[in-house]
Structures are given as C-alpha cells and as structure tokens.
C-alpha cells in the first residue's frame, strides 16, 4: 500500500489480468456514482499537447440504449447471440475523437503547426488519445468488478447513429463501450488465435 492508502477496489496487476470484453450482461442498472467514476478515469487519459479532442456520449436509460441500437443496426438484421447479450447492457458510452481540436491545438504559439497540415502527425493523435480514454473506462470497469466490451459502429451506420444523437460531423465515434453487471457469455472465437507473448513481438536493439 502506498503513501495515499489504496485507492483501488483491485490490485492494479489483477485489473489488467482481469480485464476482458463481457458480451452478455445481467439487466440490472449500474449505480450511477460508478458510472461516473468511469468518466472521471477516461478524462484522466493523456492526450498530445493536451489537446483532449474528446467527447463521450452516455446513453444509460433504456430508451436512449434502445435507440442505440436501432441506430446502429443494418436495416434487415435479425438479432444474433452478440446482439442479444450485447443490448442488455445498460450503459453505452460512446468516445468520440475530434480531429479539429487537434489541428487548432497545435497551430497555438507553442506548437505552431498553422498550416494545420494533417502530413505532420505521424498517426491520428486524436483516435489513440480517444483510444486511451477508452482504455480507462474498461479498466475502471473491471476495477469495479463489472463487464465492458468496446466494438465498433459498422461505418455505414455512422450517419444514422449521428442522426439520431444530434452528434456534429467533427466529432467521430471510434466505437462503443457497453458496460454492465456482467452475465455468463461464450468465449470469443478470437481468442482461439491465443495471446502473443512479449517474447514475439518485442525486438531488443534491433528490429
Ligand atoms: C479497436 C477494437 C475493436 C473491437 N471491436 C469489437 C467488436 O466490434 N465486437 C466485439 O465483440 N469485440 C470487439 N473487440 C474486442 C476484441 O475482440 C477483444 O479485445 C480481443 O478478442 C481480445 O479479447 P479480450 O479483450 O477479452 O482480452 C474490439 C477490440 C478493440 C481493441
């Protein structure tokens, strides 16, 4: 235990030991003082120049959840085992990135990128900084002993998914995490693949 006493409800190493994506959850709501902690965690997330080109849309009530889906799924799908575990969740919360907070961020004194040349950034900044945030959220997630699974909008449905939330064109989603009071789910065929272990993907030195 450090300095300030645990914070944590879990030992660091086991919420990243447990951490993995639920896709069936138990209806019941999520107590919304935890809901907020999870928001408050995927603030905390660093962003370049501290830009925090971010938003995250909070969909927790049945009907919004409802809407969701409706939303997001291809005209003429049925409801298969994913969606079926994955609409009881009774929160979503979709991070958005915002590009034009990044541009206009490092076009400021300090940067001083004014040509808000996209060329100068060697990947989207503002995905992964999104991408970190969301991060958080799952690991909050586990922390608090419940379930999260981040999936993607399928991109055709982004323009109804916008429709239906009232979201501008310079916030894009870059995905959902659902998250719940986690239920029985079947493993995922992904991870058949099994995992890679550090042994084979890090190259000491030289590539
Ligand atoms: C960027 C990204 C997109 C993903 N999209 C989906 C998805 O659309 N549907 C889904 O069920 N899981 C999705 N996943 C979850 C992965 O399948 C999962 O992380 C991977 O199989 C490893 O399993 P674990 O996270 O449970 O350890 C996604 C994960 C990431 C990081």
Redesign the pocket.
């Known amino acids: 235990m450090g300095q300030w006493g645990r914070l944590s409800r879990m030992d660091f190493q086991d919420v990243v030991r447990r ?3 639920v ?1 069936n959850f138990d209806p019941r709501p999520v107590d919304p003082a935890v809901v907020a902690r999870i928001l408050d965690n995927a603030v905390r997330a660093p962003s370049a120049g501290f830009s925090q080109g971010w938003g995250f849309l909070v969909l927790d009530t049945p009907e919004d959840v409802a809407r969701f889906w409706e939303a997001t799924t291809p005209a003429g799908a049925g409801v298969d085992a ?1 969606s079926a575990g994955m609409r009881r969740a009774p929160v979503l919360v979709v991070p958005l990135s915002c590009k034009g907070a990044y541009l206009d961020r490092y076009a400021e004194a300090d940067k001083g990128w004014t040509d808000r040349d996209e060329a100068r950034w060697p990947v989207p900044y503002w995905h992964i900084d999104t ?1 970190m945030a969301a991060l958080l959220m799952l690991l909050t997630v586990t922390d608090e002993g419940l379930g999260g ?4 909008i399928p991109p055709e449905q982004i323009p109804s998914f916008r429709k239906a939330f009232g979201v501008p064109e310079d916030h894009t989603p870059i ?1 959902v995490v659902a998250l719940g009071h986690p239920a029985p789910d079947r493993r ?1 065929p ?2 058949k693949r099994g995992r890679r272990s550090a042994d084979e993907v890090v190259h000491r030195g030289r590539w």
Do not use: I, P
Not at 149 to 152: A, T
């Open positions: 951490r993995r994506m896709r994913w991408g699974c981040f999936f993607g995905g995922s992904s991870l």
